[in-house]
């Protein structure tokens, strides 16, 4: 069975920077969609990066060249560098994973789902 766990996350400042690992345990990283969404208080869910088996990524604008997403075939770990955080950025952070090469939309949809790592970014 996948399981998904989520580390990282924290208080920080704006303009500093976290790094969010997923742990994946199960027979999924060699051939997945993985990804993170994140959820604010009160906001709709939204995914935030996902990257595919060939190392394919897509970003939600917001974060464009400030969050990179990255995955560890050895160590069967996601991950989320985030740089340059913003008091926008505050939202709990899930891991996601999909079995094949395509990314799914929803959250709910996809396969397998973390239990999520809470970032805050102060002003």
């Known amino acids: 069975q996948v399981q998904l766990v989520e580390s990282g996350g924290g208080s920080v400042q704006t303009g500093g920077s976290l790094r969010l690992s997923c742990a994946v345990s199960g027979d999924i990283f060699s051939n997945s969609c993985m990804g993170w969404f994140r959820q604010a208080p009160g906001k709709e869910r939204e995914r935030v990066a996902t990257i595919r088996t060939d190392d394919s990524t897509r970003y939600l604008d917001s974060v464009k060249d400030r969050f990179t997403i990255s995955r560890d075939s050895a160590e069967n770990t996601l991950y989320l560098q985030m740089n340059n955080l913003k008091p926008e950025d505050t939202a709990m952070y899930y891991c996601?994973?999909?079995?094949?090469?395509?990314?799914?939309?929803?959250?709910?949809?996809?396969?397998?789902r973390g239990q999520g790592t809470q970032v805050t970014v102060s002003s």
């Open positions: 996601v994973a999909e079995s094949g090469y395509y990314c799914v939309v929803k959250f709910e949809n996809f396969d397998f």
